[in-house]
């Protein structure tokens, strides 16, 4: 079932207590060099350092009283084994983390620290599902699927939201793409509260499967990993497919040396910590001039889970 | 002269529109490791990366018609610098900015891309009051001082004025001292919005000139330079030693490997740059947990001007 901006609207009311609302960010200088004036939404100072926590928080909250009791279940290496196992904690939920054992300490750390029970697993999807089925059989925890999930969706719409109320004569939102979940609440949201507003993604040239997937009219899965935005190497999933190909506007590809050159200018011009699936929308839009020239465009800076060398 | 509130009152309306009004972050785990909430103001992602901008622009907007074609002078390498050339670009008005040659080229492009003229000089104070001299001599252009001169005491009180019209029931506000406008404005700002507040400065062990000056009663000058808060080498001057000795609640004392943890605490968990001389701060609550517990802490991150290796 695809959410409506109703269950948007509810979701927000739900985890408003529980999420920062983040600053919208703008540079003088930063739209000197791209032409046009920009907003970030800086979801990078959101709790768990993404807009992940709002999907999370969202699906914790809709939990019936025996799931609570069972815990929930993610594999992810990423921002929304941070984000579940924050939301989780928040609300007395035990969470079970399945991480691969090859995963940077840094992720690890942060997940322990926000007090969820890991599970190590070799590298690959298979051992990721096998042990991720053992939670579940052993302990009945209910699975909360990073992006193709209803809640999931409903609280990530909450993100463009925000923008949309905070700025109502934007041009352009332009947000990364990885599974869909960002993208599709940003559609939904936008289907109510600007509907003038284009919509565009963003996809790393050699993980463009949303971009593919446009085309062929099917859901194409990617051929590499081969990109430094590891936040985004996953393929769409049924739902977010459904609502992205019914209402979004378009997609930019961008290659790595693109994405690195925009997280620096931003970290170096804006203050802020960016992780490169971040990027991807600032180098999307400095690529891209004469799409954006003179327009009003919000970007979504989903996350800022980096190490940084001082 | 030394501003009172309503000066602080006027410069804030004079500059609102040529600066951002910087968003005050929190975070559950910062808090959870000082054991007390704190209210981080982020002058790192002002205009220019520094609250500079703020008495800048107003030394800029009270100018006379007559001072306004000589243009400015400032002799400094640091957030001043910028700052200035900024706020004198955007008025129309010509900037001298006297550098030491040896300062770093990541600075000099700044000033330079921000349209201030740059005269090299050597770097010690001697040369660079004599460069700054010349051009007055020449131009008849006006010094703006970084911090001992009435409409930047006035303009840096704007920076305080904001946090505790934010959030009126502060128990602590805790900033920085260098030369001492940035405190010398919030003690202003504080004895009319929330007396009851008490302000903390903080000062690398190193660089203790203003600790002493409180202790002797007269404005020490500081016997090395040995730190990394670049932004905190200054002494007092006359005019801010005057509102300092007569107002502040006390000062702190933080180590550079101190700063250097809170540093790399505040970029990691808050995903937002800052430069050690705002780390400062941070660094003195976690020094200091039994001062600050279960307070509500207002600290102000100063700025955000250093390189950062990805």
Redesign the interface.
Known sequence: MIPSFSDIEIAHNKIKNQI?KT?I??S??INEICGCVLYFKCE??Q?T?SFKIRGATNSILNLSEEDRHRGVVAHSSGNHAQALAYAAKQNNVKAYIVMPNNAPKVKINAVK?YGAEIIFCEPNINAREEETNKIIEKYGSKIIHPFNYFDTIAGQGTCAKEVFEEFNDLDFLVTPIGGGGLMSGSLISRNTLNPKCKVFGVEPEEVDDAYRSLNSGRIEINLTTNTICDGLLTNLGELTFEIIKNNIDGILLVNDFEV?KA??LI??R?????EPSSATVFAAVIKNKEIFKNKKVGLIITG?NID???
């Open positions: 920062h600053p960010l703008t003088t200088i990078n100072l709790k350092g620290d690195r997280q620096t970290i170096q804006m203050k802020i910590v960016v800022g940084i060398n001082l």
